[in-house]
């Protein structure tokens, strides 16, 4: 039977002997909270996929990291995606997870032609690059959990990478404010 789910009851609903109960939010069609029988809670959606027409679930958060308000509001959001867009959250986030890493993407390329075809300075330079910079920050993401508010951006001010040098080169010191930058993320 479905019940308005306050915050206080987050924490009190009894959790089963054995298995898995789900509580349903009377608010919100197929919003829920499931408590398993060693006491875990779990915001879920239950929904109808507009993709395929099965019936699917997608995790939402655990309590205490994701509050009822937050779970609320990532189910309308949610629902909004199945029921005006007519997209598939669970599909997408299986898409995440099977999406390969990083590191995956760079074996790729220090396999490809083009970097094959580049001069043997230049590939050592950047494979040496992705191995004591980029590997070893971003390696183990998958690429399509990557948002925009993960990329690194340049600093405003760059008038410290193209200052010359006094023997008249700038690679050197643009170099060194593009490794400081990308250290600093």
């Not at 308000?69 to 598939?88: G, H, S, T, W």
Request: hydrophobic share 35%; glycine share 6%; charged share 35%.
């Amino acid at each position: 039977m479905a019940r308005r789910l306050e915050a206080r009851d987050v924490e009190r609903l009894p959790a089963p002997e054995r298995g898995q109960v789900d509580y349903f939010d009377k608010l919100i069609r197929g919003f829920a909270l499931r408590v398993s029988y060693k006491g875990s809670r779990t915001f879920v959606l239950l929904y109808k996929s507009p993709v395929d027409d099965k019936r699917k679930r997608i995790k939402l958060g655990e309590y205490p990291y994701v509050r009822l308000a937050e779970a609320r509001e990532m189910a309308e959001q949610a629902l909004y995606r199945v029921k005006v867009k007519k997209e598939d959250p669970a599909i997408e986030a299986q898409a995440v997870r099977n999406a390969p890493t990083y590191k995956a993407l760079t074996e790729v390329f220090f396999d490809s032609r083009e970097f094959g075809q580049m001069a043997g300075s230049t590939r050592k330079e950047i494979r040496r690059i992705a191995d004591k910079d980029l590997i070893p920050k971003w390696g183990d993401r998958r690429l399509l959990s990557i948002e925009r508010g993960h990329r690194t951006t340049p600093p405003r001010d760059w008038s410290g990478a193209i200052e010359r040098d006094p023997r008249g080169t700038s690679s050197r010191t643009a170099k060194a404010e593009c490794r400081s930058w990308h250290r600093g993320q």
